[in-house]
């Protein structure tokens, strides 16, 4: 059975990880068995795994008139399939699409009730253009009350070039944990393309347009 098949199966029935789901939790050897039977009935759930994660990695190549076409499959998956693994590869795909309309999709990862969905789609708003994308993890960076989901909206945000990403990553400075601060400072010389050393203050002065010294380095841009 396709993905598209898949898909359709879900925005109809729901799909889950199946009746025996916590046996194969509780039991690592039990999958491969399982799906050793499931497959000659029809679809499996590791078919279904690998079917979403081969279109994430050939979303970029895809004509824009297919990506859209899979926008809708994608979203369909996402409100109607009960395994995370499933939601969180459905915002994964969507983060490589062209298509504009997947940001409402990646936007409804960053609530997802599992933290490797919100995650996901905080990497996935780093591989966005648009300045919606930006906003969005800027908000997470305020907002989230998780430390993994704050950090994942930080790293994404280093691939942002732009006033947005600074003032956000600039607030995030005022975090006290060390591993927080060396993650933005980190992020602040990928997005600004400036590097003022691993002083947090020092770093709020240039943000704040203070005088200060850059350190030596090469061909990096800037938007100050």
Same mark, same amino acid.
Do not use: C
């Given at each position: 059975m396709s993905l598209c098949a898949a898909g359709l199966a879900c925005a109809t029935t729901g799909c889950k990880d #199946? /009746?025996?789901?916590?046996?194969?939790?509780?039991?690592?050897?039990? /999958?491969?068995?399982?799906? =050793?039977? +499931?497959e000659e009935i029809g679809v499996? +759930?590791?078919?279904?795994?690998?079917? %979403?994660? &081969? %279109? =994430?990695?050939?979303?970029? &190549? %895809? /004509? /824009?008139?297919?990506?859209?076409?899979? &926008? #809708?499959? !994608? *979203?369909?998956?996402? *409100?109607?399939? *009960? &395994?995370?693994?499933?939601?969180? !590869?459905?915002?994964l795909a969507a983060g490589k699409s062209s298509d504009p309309g997947v940001l409402k999709l990646i936007e409804k990862g960053l609530s997802d009730d599992v933290i490797k969905v919100r995650m996901e789609a905080c990497r996935a708003l780093g591989n966005r253009t648009e300045d919606d994308a930006a906003r969005l993890l800027a908000t997470t960076i305020g907002s989230s009350q998780d430390k993994d989901v704050r950090h994942a909206a930080i790293a994404a945000l280093a691939q942002h070039p732009g006033q947005i990403a600074a003032d956000s990553l600039k607030l995030a400075l005022q975090d006290r944990d060390p591993a927080t601060q060396s993650l933005v400072i980190g992020s602040l010389r990928r997005s600004t393309g400036k590097d003022f050393g691993n002083d947090p203050e020092t770093w709020i002065a240039a943000l704040d347009g203070k005088d200060v010294d850059e350190k030596p380095a090469g061909g990096f841009r800037s938007f100050f």
């Open positions: #199946g /009746p025996l789901y916590a046996l194969k939790h509780a039991n690592p050897y039990f /999958p491969m068995r399982q799906w =050793a039977r +499931d499996t +759930d590791h078919q279904r795994r690998q079917e %979403l994660q &081969s %279109l =994430a990695e050939t979303m970029p &190549s %895809l /004509p /824009p008139d297919r990506q859209q076409y899979w &926008s #809708g499959h !994608l *979203e369909q998956i996402f *409100e109607n399939d *009960e &395994s995370a693994e499933m939601r969180r !590869l459905a915002v």
